[in-house]
């Protein structure tokens, strides 16, 4: 079982709707969340990351993270077509290096 | 604002040859990670540096070497080239933080 997991979708909405992207993990230890946005062949595009548990929140993005449960969302309002991309989320532990263990990463696709 | 650099961006290479990847990471940026994303897969994490000293090391194969350099520019060498080799190779960069900013990536096909 990998130790983060996130649906893969892919998942289409109308535009203006509200997204919901999650990813469940096994690690207790992890305290950084990422989410990163890549759109196809290019690189992925830091969204948000939060430390620990709580809500973040950016213009149109929320992250929020729920440790007790293992549990991080993203939520996307107002979404646009130009949002459609793939969401990964990532994690990683507080101490030693940083180094990611990503999801799968969930195919979103926004309709005009 | 300055990105994370990659060359080349596409490279083709034939079984058992050699390979050379480079990054340059964000100025004053001293960290350097590598990661490899096969097709439709996750990126997996391979190797990092910070400092020019070697930090942390993951599912990298014995016929891959990286090192990072005095400018900070790191490089990843890749020998007796397989097919399932070929894949997407990131490096991100960061200044001592979680926070890892990604370059485009080079794209490697082993034919």
């Known amino acids: 079982q990998k130790e983060v997991e996130q649906d893969p979708g892919p998942l289409s909405v109308p535009e203006g709707a509200i997204v919901s992207l999650n990813c469940t993990y096994s690690?207790?230890?992890?305290?950084?969340f990422m989410w990163y946005r890549q759109y196809s062949r290019k690189g992925p595009e830091l969204l948000m990351y939060?430390?620990?548990?709580g809500n973040k929140e950016d213009g149109r993005f929320t992250a929020q993270v729920d440790k007790s449960s293992k549990y991080i969302s993203l939520f996307i309002r107002d979404s646009q077509p130009s949002d459609s991309a793939t969401y990964l989320c990532?994690?990683?532990?507080?101490?030693?290096?940083?180094?990611?263990?990503f999801g799968t990463g969930t195919r979103l696709k926004v309709l005009a | 604002a300055a990105g994370v650099i990659q060359s080349p961006r596409h490279l083709i290479k034939e079984k058992r040859e050699t390979a050379t990847l480079k990054c340059y990471p964000i100025p004053r940026h001293d960290t350097v990670y590598w990661y490899q994303q096969g097709p439709g897969q996750d990126p997996q994490f391979l190797i990092s540096?910070?400092?020019?000293?070697?930090?942390d090391k993951g599912s990298i194969p014995d016929r891959f070497s990286a090192q990072q350099f005095s400018d900070y520019h790191s490089e990843l060498n890749m020998s007796s080239l397989e097919l399932g080799d070929s894949a997407l190779y990131f490096c991100?960069?960061?200044?001592?933080?979680?926070?890892?900013?990604f370059g485009p990536g080079t794209r490697l096909t082993v034919t």
């Open positions: 991100a960069s960061s200044l001592g933080t979680a926070e890892q900013y």
């Open positions: 939060t430390y620990s548990s």
């Open positions: 690690n207790s230890a992890f305290q950084y």
């Open positions: 540096f910070y400092e020019k000293m070697q930090s």
């Open positions: 990532a994690m990683s532990r507080a101490s030693g290096t940083y180094k990611y263990i």
